[in-house]
């Protein structure tokens, strides 16, 4: 256990559906971000989030909307999704943002649109 | 726009074989690297982390060295075992955007 949790672990949604996806840590963290893996593609960084306040929006669609209440959780709230949205999402942590802080991963969220 | 690149895609081992798998990244401009263990459905696991100082860190059976003028990786396994099985996934910090990207990774199977 990384001290990153992420619910539910799998989610099929259809099209016409909105959803939300919940991360928390347990770390004292200051910094959380979203990323998504999808098969046969790098891992790719969607959002960021430092100190509750938005750093990156790596040209995500807007049918992707990012929450951040604390530094302790994140959410991702999801509507009208695609089939191509079909992914594993992950949330991960670090103490802040930058290069010197190690970045801790939940286990995942595994979303299929239908 | 900084690439990183993973081979081979799939390997596949009998059990206590030594192996080698391969990074690379396309801009030599990085903070750090780091060697990531992932299982199937699961999260990340980080391995071991180089800066860019740096040129190999060392985990138990673990090896990672990093040449970063040449821009490469290498992960040593020795002794491989079937618990090793899993796809290990290549990062790379950018500098300047602090940003992790990685590889698309290389999945291991160890068969016993």
């Known amino acids: 256990e990384t001290g990153v949790t992420q619910t539910p672990r799998h989610l099929v949604m259809g099209m016409t559906n909105k959803k939300s996806l919940k991360c928390e840590q347990h770390?004292?963290?200051?910094?959380m971000y979203w990323y998504k893996q999808s098969a046969k593609k790098p891992l790719e960084l969607m959002f960021v989030?430092?100190?509750?306040?938005?750093?990156e929006n790596n040209s995500v669609p807007s049918r992707f909307s990012p929450e951040c209440p604390n530094s302790s959780h994140l959410f991702l709230h999801l509507h009208t999704l695609q089939p191509e949205d079909s992914a594993l999402y992950l949330c991960a942590s670090s103490q802040a943002f930058g290069s010197m802080y190690e970045q801790y991963f939940g286990p995942g969220t595994r979303l299929t649109v239908t | 726009k900084q690439e990183v690149t993973q081979i081979p895609a799939a390997l596949s081992v009998p059990e206590g074989e030594n192996l080698v798998l391969n990074c690379s990244f396309t801009?030599?401009?990085?903070?750090?690297l780091q060697w990531f263990r992932q299982d199937p459905g699961k999260g990340l696991t980080s391995l071991l982390l180089?800066?860019?100082?740096?040129r190999e860190q060392t985990s138990g059976r673990l090896n990672a060295s990093l040449d970063k003028s040449s821009g490469r990786s290498t992960l040593y396994i020795a002794a491989s075992q079937p618990g090793d099985s899993a796809t290990y996934l290549c990062?790379?910090?950018?500098?300047?955007?602090?940003?992790?990207?990685f590889g698309k990774g290389t999945k291991l199977t160890v068969n016993p």
């Open positions: 801009d030599s401009a990085i903070y750090n």
């Open positions: 770390l004292g963290h200051n910094a």
């Open positions: 180089i800066q860019s100082s740096q």
């Open positions: 989030y430092n100190f509750k306040e938005q750093t």
């Open positions: 990062a790379v910090t950018q500098g300047g955007s602090e940003k992790l990207v």
